[in-house]
């Protein structure tokens, strides 16, 4: 028997095929044909062109408003689609015609694949452990609740039998953008307040949610005969991926050289990777952009994702993504949307979703209505992710124009009126003001509040040296909140996390996670030897471009009184002062223009090599706020055993250039009035106070030094690596100009630590010691009056003005180094 004959369909002999005979470009120019535009290339990059100038003009008309980037995409989208221009037909069928839609929509899912690689870089997993019960519970619930409404409402407007589309729709609205919401947060100053870490904390469990949802929908809508066998490959594969593919990239970059970079050999090979693992994906059922996903999930190396980012993102977000958005925008049609009480009625069902289930979380989490509402609406924040899944739904066909275009414009609503609501919006003052701002008003049976900043373990010896000589006891404590700074890179957002140090981790820990346990390890060893002290070690992750911002904002959060920055400079193996990171620098001096409370920055000269904390101090003199707040701080640790303060005033004398040393200063756009006498009476209340309480203390010593000009002034304090100071304190000196640093100033290569302080920092000595320049904080003109002095400390208001007055003064060991100097009389030193 002959081969049997091939079946016939007959339905399909009815049917009209419409055939395009494209060319990619044009071989004779238009010489050839009158439309230049018809070749798919040319008529490619028209398109992109079009849409990156339509999304930067929205931007920039949107600037005022404070809105995201991403509302400004979805408009731009919306415009190029038949909402919009895509009404005009002739404009339609010159720059968006029907048979070139599949190949923008080509280059749209590329561009997710790349996208899905990147946000899976930037994604930290591990942070979903970190998250709190009360942010866990609102997260769980806000999943739950939309999901249900979002399907309930799916199915009261479906009119076909396509029942898998509620997977989408209710995934849409369970959707929290994580990066976005931190963009509105972060412009509207409240990114550190409770709603506002509450929010970004659930938004990250919301965020990996999204991404299951994303998943099972590609799965459900694939072949139904296998759906089983797709789900357990797939979550195989995410498994291999996490357990397995994780390590091996690790392993690969540890064996590579150190100091070297990764090459373009190897990026490259890292994103061969990634384009495998997305066929892995697609074969098993699902999408490339899942595989790519998983895949930029298992890159442990920060250098490496940040070397990765810097190639990559702006490329993929600034040209490829916005070929995405037309792609949303002409499958876009507010005209099929039905009614405008429709449209309406659905929109607030849509905002009410995510404020229902925080309200709901009440019931499972000590949080008040006015927090869940708060709460709900900026939940109600949406991101890309919420587009790839309503885009998924509509590719694979199982949500109509109508449904698509609806929930288009609720997400479209739901993001926009995020961003008004939070200008609305002012975090209530909290129950503890922040009234103890500086050292010297602080008392000394108070507990004294400190933010002690740490970029590297490098800075954490010399922080807790200077911690430790803080004489902290029972009866006058000292609260540390120990401030990891980290650096995002690319798009991600800022983060605070809160550490419980009898937490452990897991075993392979990446470079971050080791420092942080490294910091949480040395400040509970602190905290076990010293008495008085509490602890508390926090991750603050943001750019270098915002941290001032941010520390400055979890110091008023936290009502400290002293802010320690380390130098953005370290002693190095030949003894010279070599960068660590010029960066630093930019945040310290951000810190010190803006910082609720005194500053610090604290530079190592190699005392923490030498001893476990500072034993022979002393302060420099000049006069001003910021001497005195240095000398306040000093006295705190004149208790401690074994410890000796010594304290340098230094005097013009009557030889010296007349210098209107006290005037207007304006630092780091903080205007700050400076009253010569009013100073000079301060200063000199201060110091007799200083002399009457530490009258019958051996321990201290205090010394004046009669002057003529700058070189004595470097002479005298190069004399000083004599004595083996182990620590020398001294004042910013904003606003004050003496005869004796006036040239000084001229000279500095570091102006963020004053005359006095960058001389310590950029002279040679043969001695190993830490420099504490500090800053007194003043409250900037128009925000109130000044005091600059108030409560030294208990210790001082207390003691009477009738005590014995014989002073301590300067061994003869001190009369040895200064005798080239002139000091005034001993009967003039005394009060």
Sequence with gaps: MGDPEPQIDVGKLSEKIICYAQTIYRFNGVWEGPDPLTPIIPLFFVQISLAILITRFVTFALKPTNQPPFVAEIISGILLGPTALGRIIKFRRLLFPNYNFHVIETMAHVALVFHGFLAGLQMDAKSVLRVGIKARNVAIIGIIVPFVMGTILYFSLAQNDEARGFIFYGGALTITGFSVMANILDKQKILQTDIGKMAMSSAVINDIGAWLILTLGYVVTGSTANIHWAIICTIAYALFCIFYLRRAIGWIIRKMPEGQGHSEFFICTILSGMAISGVITDALGTHPIVGAFLFGLSIPNQVLQADILDKLDDFVMGFLMPTFFVVCGLRTNFGEMGSIYEIVGYIILFVSAKILSSVAATFFSDMSIKEALAVGVLSNTKSLTALIILEAGQAQQVLTTQLYSLMMSGILVMTVIVTPITMLYRPSQELAPHKRRTIQKARMEEELRVLACIHGTHDIPSVINLLGSSNSTPTSPITVFALQVVELVGRASSMLEVHNSGKRGSRSLGHEETQTRQIITAFDNYELRSD????????????????????????????????????????????????????????????????????????????????????????????????????????????????????????????????????????????????????????????????????????????????????????????????????????????????????????????????????????????????????????????????????????????????????????????????????????????
């Design 532 to 831: 008085g002290v509490m602890v508390q070690v926090l991750t603050a992750r943001s750019a270098f471009s915002s941290m001032d911002e941010d520390i400055c904002s979890i110091a008023k959060d936290k009502r400290v009184a002293f802010i320690i920055l380390p130098f953005h400079k370290q002693k190095g193996l030949e003894g010279e002062m070599e960068d660590v990171n010029p960066e630093i620098r930019a945040v310290n001096e951000g810190v010190l223009a803006n910082a609720p409370c005194s500053v610090g920055i604290l530079i190592d000269r190699g005392l923490s090599e030498t001893s476990d904390y500072a034993k022979n101090i002393v302060v420099l003199f000049f006069g001003g706020a910021d001497d005195r707040e240095a000398l306040a701080y000093a006295l705190r640790m004149v208790d401690r055993p074994d410890t000796h303060l010594t304290v340098v005033k230094f005097i013009p004398d009557e030889g010296a250039s007349d210098i209107d040393h006290m005037g207007f200063a304006e630092e780091n756009h903080v205007n700050v009035q400076i009253d010569k006498e009013s100073e000079k009476l301060m200063d000199e209340e201060f110091l007799n106070r200083f002399k009457i309480s530490t009258a019958n203390d051996k321990s201290v010593k205090y010394i004046e030094l009669l002057l003529n000009d700058v070189e004595e002034t470097v002479r005298a304090i190069k004399l000083m690596d004599q004595h083996n100071y182990d620590l020398y304190i001294v004042g910013k000196g904003r606003g004050m100009v003496s005869p004796l640093t006036a040239g000084l100033v001229d000279w500095c290569d570091c102006p963020e630590l004053g005359a006095i302080g960058d001389l310590l920092v950029t002279s040679e000595f043969d001695s190993k010691f830490s420099v504490l320049v500090m800053q007194q904080y003043v409250k900037p003109i128009g925000d109130g009056s000044v005091n600059s002095y108030g409560s030294m400390s208990e210790r001082i208001a207390v003691i009477g003005m009738d005590m014995d007055m014989d002073m301590q003064h300067a061994d003869s060991e001190s009369g040895d180094v200064f005798s080239s100097f002139r000091r005034r009389p001993e009967h003039m030193q005394r009060v």
